[in-house]
Structure formats: structure tokens, C-alpha cells
């Protein structure tokens, strides 16, 4: 990705810099060939005799998550014997959508039993928790769908998203209100 003047972003350096480094150990220059070569051992694969099912971005709408379990759950009944399923979940369980709190209740609870699944924290995660330590984070928070998570803990956000003093009220309210386990979670 290149950046407004044309420069590289931040990403690609570190990526081109990473690249460079594993060549450099490889003792290998830093040509296309080289790199090319690198990218290729790196290559991921499932292991024969497992299957994957990875989830992201529910965003607040466990009405699709319950319809995306139930497939994932008659997809694996349908596995061959000793076959092994995997339930990998990208984050992003909350914001946008006004069922946050649905969405994380359904995580937490035993909808998915039988499988081992793990949870990874996204963006939307880390920004609920960043609000929850620091409540004048709220109107950054609330750009990206912070506002609908609040809803659905039962919460009216501020009227003006944008007035940091409005804030600290809701964080407080929100800290009465939300579950530990959410918290933990």
C-alpha cells in the first residue's frame, strides 16, 4: 500500500524489512527470485484430516452467527470417521450490529458443544476494552459501531457522539451493566 505521497505504509516496510532480514539469514541477496522462494516455503496448509471452519467479523449479529452454527454443525456431522473439526473465530464479535451482547452471550454459552473452539480478540474487541479503561475513547469508538454495542448492553449512547464529557456517564453505566464474563471474554 502506498501512502499519500507515494511512499511505501508503514506495513509494506515492515513486511519488506521482515522479507529482507529472513533472506539475509538465509544468506540469500534480496531479489524477486529470493523473495519469491520465501514466500513459498511459507505457504499454510491444513493438515489432511482436519477440517477448519473459521469465523470473522460477526459484528453484532447473532441472528447470522445462530444460522452460520447451525451449518457448521450439520457440515461436521457429515464428517468421515476419525475426521476432526476446528472452530477458529477471527474476532470482531461486536459493533455495527444492534446484538452485540447477543453475540457474545452466544459464545460463552454451549450452542457449540462438541467443538473446541478458539476465540481471537479483533479490532472491535480491543477498542471495547480500550473505552472500558478509558471512557474518552468513546467517540472514537462509537465511528466504528460502539454505539450499537451500547444499545444492546441496554444503553442509550450520548446524543452527541461527539462530546467527550457525555462519556464517562456511559462508561460507568456500561461497567454496572456488563458481565464479567464479557469482561473476560
Not at 453484532?60 to 445462530?66: F, V
Not at 450452542?111 to 474487541?125: C, I, Q, R
Amino acid at each position: 500500500r502506498a501512502t499519500r505521497d507515494g511512499g511505501l505504509s508503514a506495513y509494506d516496510r515492515v513486511v519488506d524489512f521482515a522479507t529482507s532480514t529472513a533472506l539475509q539469514s538465509r544468506g540469500e541477496n534480496n531479489s524477486a527470485a529470493a523473495a519469491e522462494k520465501l514466500a513459498e516455503s511459507r505457504v499454510a496448509a491444513v493438515p489432511d484430516g482436519i477440517r477448519v471452519y473459521a469465523v470473522g467479523d460477526v459484528h453484532g449479529r447473532a441472528d447470522l452467527l445462530k444460522r452460520l452454527m447451525e451449518k457448521i454443525r450439520a457440515d461436521a456431522a457429515a464428517l468421515a470417521p476419525g475426521e476432526e473439526a476446528r472452530l477458529i473465530f477471527l474476532g470482531d464479535y461486536v459493533d455495527r450490529g444492534f446484538q452485540s451482547k447477543e453475540v457474545i452471550d452466544l459464545l460463552l454459552s454451549d450452542a457449540m458443544d462438541g467443538f473446541t473452539p478458539v476465540f481471537l480478540k479483533g479490532n472491535h474487541e480491543s477498542a471495547f476494552l480500550e473505552f472500558l479503561g478509558d471512557a474518552s475513547f468513546g467517540p472514537e469508538w462509537a465511528k466504528f459501531g460502539g454505539a450499537e454495542t451500547l444499545t444492546s448492553y441496554g444503553i442509550r449512547p450520548p446524543r452527541s457522539k461527539t462530546f467527550a464529557e457525555e462519556w464517562p456517564a456511559v462508561r460507568d453505566q456500561l461497567t454496572e451493566v456488563l458481565p464479567l464474563e464479557h469482561r473476560n471474554f
